[in-house]
């Protein structure tokens, strides 16, 4: 029998590691049952009717969808139609949208078969031989006696409800039958399931070392499994080795805070530092004031863009961080943050959320501040998402945290930030995505920003410019971002433009060969013959870029040679 693992991925780029984990599980334990276990990934770029033709042309005998918090919208109108075109299709949920409130999604969707909560590998390998058993007929005589009504309809066959981990609904009472919880999985038993990388080609690789995590910050679902599971270091190593020796050009790891535990980070670090391809970058999710000597001494010997720190900070309000339960250590992590950049090896991102408790506007202002002082190569500026089964949603109403009801369920108001402020934190994010998290502007930034009072203060103006002239509302291309900037220092500012448009220039060139000079940079005809002359008696790269700057300064930009953290072009200074 055929039964179809399913998800829907918000981007092409996206895999979901989940159901490749679920069928190499079922493949390794129950290999006669899991012979004809199909995955389908869909994006949610795609239209239903579109998903729903491929479904239904696969003829499944049952299906299983992975469901998160931005695929549930349209996950629900996916299995509504499919219920329409296949009604005697046992139809399975499992993930983190429906783990948490499994009675109520059944509920709300009766055609519904069950959901699977929690961990899925030995759940989904249990019911997968369960509905082999079925299909075949190798149940017994007083087993198919337990069978009630007809295959597939019937729920209440014999052995589901054996199954740990799922809630489906009896079908002679009508109830909802919640069996026992689901123990755990040992990590090290669960097979890697990468193999042939032809299917991940353009696609990020996610790998997991670790489950759990041993911190309860309020926000997030991690908190609720406190037990840190770690993987066999020595299959680690072996699996790592199998994405240096493909060259995959990035492995994001998945573990919570990797760094959790010292040991099993060094031997992580070290091996891929002494195997480094000089290709494959390596991506985890950190607490940086966990870092220690040893560690960071490790960190600086990295090969530039081997490996991408995700370092959570979420608020520097000491009420805000008690309130969600998390543990930081500030000026520890403020060091850290400082000794890696120093090192100017590896790729920061720092992460901030809006709407948490006891969080104002004027606090997020300096929380704002106190991470922009850290230079991060990424600030990302996110708004708290009130996840079902998260002490935040348990906790809303004492908070007076009000949220959308549908999913992304984020914030929208609390008791100390209205809904007008959190608008406004919405136009300071898109000034940051913008001309911050891009890297094209750092210079013009490095140049401009210190003219404000401070660094949020100036993506707030420039927020509120764009909204007075209407460009929010617009998409922009890079060269009008960087004209839009330029207007709003004329219009808004006492700043000296003819030095910002200089700055804008070279950060404009660090990136690219222009096709097309912009309208503010200076005409170069005077100095055509001088820069042929260089060119042909140096011989530069066709592709490389000769800039007069209105200082007199004349830069070579060799777009041949890129920066691996920021892949802006090497500069020279050169004399025509």
């Keep these: ?89 046992p139809i399975w949920l499992g993930g983190p949208e429906v783990s948490y409130h499994a009675e109520e999604v059944l509920e709300q969707f009766p055609f519904l078969t069950g959901i699977m909560v929690g961990e899925g590998e030995v759940t989904f390998s249990e019911l997968l031989t369960f509905y082999e058993k079925k299909s075949s007929g190798r149940y017994s005589e007083q087993q198919q006696l337990q069978i009630v009504a007809f ?94 020796d493909q060259k995959v050009p990035q492995v994001k790891f998945i573990d919570r805070t990797f760094n959790c535990n010292h040991q099993h980070a060094m031997e992580i670090w070290k091996y891929i530092q002494e195997h480094d391809n000089g290709i494959t970058n390596f991506h985890f999710e950190i607490s940086a004031d966990l870092l220690n000597g040893e560690e960071l001494a490790l960190l600086a010997k990295m090969r530039p863009g081997l490996v991408q720190l995700e370092i ?23 060091h850290c943050v400082n000794r890696v950049h120093s090192f100017r090896n590896i790729h920061q991102h720092l992460d901030l959320i809006a709407g948490l408790p006891y969080e104002d506007y004027d606090t997020f202002h300096q929380s704002f501040n106190d991470v922009y002082q850290m230079k991060p190569d990424q600030l990302q500026l996110g708004f708290l998402k009130v996840l079902k089964g998260s002490l935040m949603q348990k906790e809303a109403e004492v908070y007076g945290i009000v949220y959308k009801e549908k999913e992304p369920y984020e914030v929208l108001s609390t008791n100390w930030l209205t809904y007008g402020e959190v608008l406004k934190l919405k136009m300071v994010e898109s000034m940051v995505e913008v001309y911050y998290n891009s890297g094209q502007f ?35 291309s890079r060269m009008r971002r960087y004209e839009i900037l330029l207007e709003y220092l004329q219009e808004e500012t006492d700043v000296p433009t003819e030095v910002a448009a200089q700055k804008m220039l070279y950060d404009l060139y660090l990136r690219e060969k222009l096709k097309k000079r912009p309208v503010f940079a200076p005409d170069q005809k005077q100095y055509e013959t001088a820069v042929w002359n260089y060119r042909k008696n140096n011989q530069v790269s066709k592709t490389a870029h000769i800039e007069v700057f209105e200082n007199g300064t004349v830069i070579l930009f060799d777009y041949e040679k890129r920066d691996p953290l920021s892949n802006n072009a090497y500069t020279e200074v050169v004399q025509l």
């Design 312 to 334: 959570g900070v979420q608020s520097t309000n000491p009420e805000t961080i008690r309130a969600i339960h998390r543990h930081m250590d500030l000026k520890k992590l403020e």
């Design 1 to 89: 029998m055929k039964f179809l693992l399913a998800a829907l991925n918000a981007k092409y780029i996206h895999s979901n590691p989940a159901l490749y984990s679920l069928r190499a599980y079922a493949e390794k334990y129950h290999p006669e049952a899991a012979a004809q276990v199909e995955l389908a990934e869909y994006t949610i770029n795609q239209t239903v009717e579109e998903i729903l033709a491929d479904l239904y042309e696969r003829k499944p005998e049952a299906v299983a969808f992975s469901c998160y918090i931005w695929n549930w919208k349209m996950m629900q109108e996916v299995i509504s139609e499919l219920h329409q075109v296949r009604p005697e299709l």
């Design 442 to 476: 750092w210079h013009t930034l490095e140049y401009l920003v210190p003219f404000e009072k401070d660094a949020f203060t100036f993506y707030e103006k420039l927020g509120s410019f764009y909204e007075k002239k209407g460009y929010s509302e617009i998409s922009h």
């Design 151 to 244: 295959w597939p309809g019937a729920i209440k066959q014999a052995g589901l409800d054996s199954i740990a981990g799922i809630v489906y609904r009896d079908p002679i009472t009508g109830e909802l039958v919640r069996t026992k919880e689901r123990s755990l999985t040992n990590i090290s038993e669960i097979p890697f399931f990468y193999k042939d990388m032809k299917d991940f080609v353009n696609r990020i690789v996610y790998y997991e070392s670790s489950r759990g995590c041993p911190f309860r910050c309020g926000y997030c679902l991690s908190s609720i499994d406190k037990r840190v599971r770690l993987r066999d270091l020595a299959l680690v190593k072996e699996e790592l080795q199998f994405f240096l």
